[in-house]
């Protein structure tokens, strides 16, 4: 895996420090996640992942304070924002899930786990992997 990063990272001249791959059960489904560890790859999120062809990860999972905001600014496409509740052990549900458009300037999630998903199209329905 870590090879993996080490490319992604080269293509896009990102720190691989700052990401943790992990699989996580969201709504009772394995997902495969980054989760980003750096105050860098916090702020860039699913930015620098937008093109990536690997196609490996279903989304990005985040852990917030109240002070978090979330913007879609200079992405391509729209990101599903869920807020999710954790039940377990790297187990969560979602509780809230919002399609924001590329361009959104604050989107403020309600919980503590927040997991993001790219998709092609405005009413997030075909999801993107990477």
């Given at each position: 895996?870590?090879?993996?990063?080490?490319?992604?990272?080269?293509?896009?001249?990102?720190?691989c420090?700052?990401?943790?791959?992990d699989?996580?059960?969201?709504?009772?489904?394995?997902?495969?996640?980054?989760?980003p560890?750096?105050?860098?790859?916090?702020?860039?999120?699913?930015?620098?992942?937008q093109?990536?062809?690997?196609?490996?990860?279903?989304?990005?999972?985040?852990?917030?304070n109240?002070?978090?905001?979330f913007?879609?600014v200079?992405?391509?496409?729209?990101?599903?924002?869920?807020?999710?509740?954790?039940?377990?052990?790297?187990?969560f549900?979602?509780?809230?899930c919002?399609?924001v458009?590329?361009?959104?300037k604050?989107y403020?999630?309600?919980?503590?786990?927040?997991?993001?998903?790219?998709?092609?199209?405005k009413?997030?329905k075909?999801k993107?992997?990477?």
């Open positions: 895996m870590k090879r993996f990063l080490l490319v992604v990272c080269g293509l896009f001249t990102l720190s420090q700052g990401y943790k791959d699989v996580v059960i969201i709504d009772g489904e394995k997902k495969r996640v980054l989760i560890v750096s105050s860098v790859a916090r702020t860039e999120g699913l930015r620098v992942f093109l990536s062809s690997e196609k490996v990860y279903d989304g990005m999972l985040f852990f917030t109240e002070e978090t905001v913007t879609t200079n992405m391509i496409f729209p990101v599903l924002i869920c807020s999710l509740e954790k039940v377990g052990d790297k187990e549900v979602k509780v809230n919002s399609c458009q590329p361009e959104t604050i403020k999630p309600e919980s503590q786990y927040v997991y993001e998903e790219l998709y092609s199209d009413n997030c075909d993107i992997k990477f």
